[in-house]
């Protein structure tokens, strides 16, 4: 080695040739998103004839993709809430079924699938936590 000092090479960015590049922005459909409001109504629409057909359904809740029978749908604290009990979590059976309590907000992805709805037995519509029930499988 020789005890010359080494070269260092500086870049100026301030150059106009290295102007910095703005990202363009490219409206997507996401852009036209629905509001809360909306997707609340859409997901009503189509649980509530999931339960009148007995049908199942897909949907993803806090990035979980699901596959549920949907039992009732009713108000609570000012919001839409459906128990349903899930039978599949991200395509493998559920180790437990059990009935859960989904705000309708917060589902996506819905799509009624050809499977009949398995009515959950121990479904209780004088639970306190059914304040206003709006829509409940035939047989409850």
Same mark, same amino acid.
């Given at each position: 080695m020789t005890d010359r000092p080494r070269k260092t090479l500086r870049l100026n960015m301030?150059? #106009?040739?290295?102007?910095?590049?703005? #990202? %363009?922005?490219?409206p997507? #459909? &996401? &852009?036209? @998103?629905k509001s809360p409001e909306e997707k609340e109504v859409d997901a *009503?629409? *189509?649980?509530t004839q999931a339960i009148k057909q007995r049908l199942c359904l897909n949907w &993803?809740? /806090? +990035?979980?993709t699901m596959?549920?029978? #949907? !039992?009732?749908?009713?108000?609570?604290?000012?919001s839409l809430y459906c128990d @349903?009990?899930?039978? !599949?979590? /991200? @395509?493998? !059976? @559920?180790?437990? $079924?059990?009935l859960g309590s989904f705000r309708l907000s917060g589902l %996506?992805?819905?799509? $009624?699938? +050809?499977r009949t709805l398995r009515p959950w037995p +121990? $479904?209780? $519509?004088?639970?306190a936590r059914y304040g206003v029930v709006l829509t409940v499988r035939d047989d409850a």
């Open positions: 301030r150059s #106009p040739q290295y102007k910095e590049v703005q #990202p %363009q922005v490219i997507s #459909p &996401a &852009a036209e @998103a *009503l629409a *189509l649980v &993803a809740y /806090n +990035g979980t596959e549920v029978d #949907p !039992q009732v749908i009713y108000l609570r604290k000012d @349903a009990v899930v039978t !599949q979590r /991200n @395509a493998t !059976q @559920a180790s437990e $079924l059990k %996506q992805h819905i799509a $009624l699938i +050809g +121990g $479904l209780d $519509l004088a639970d």
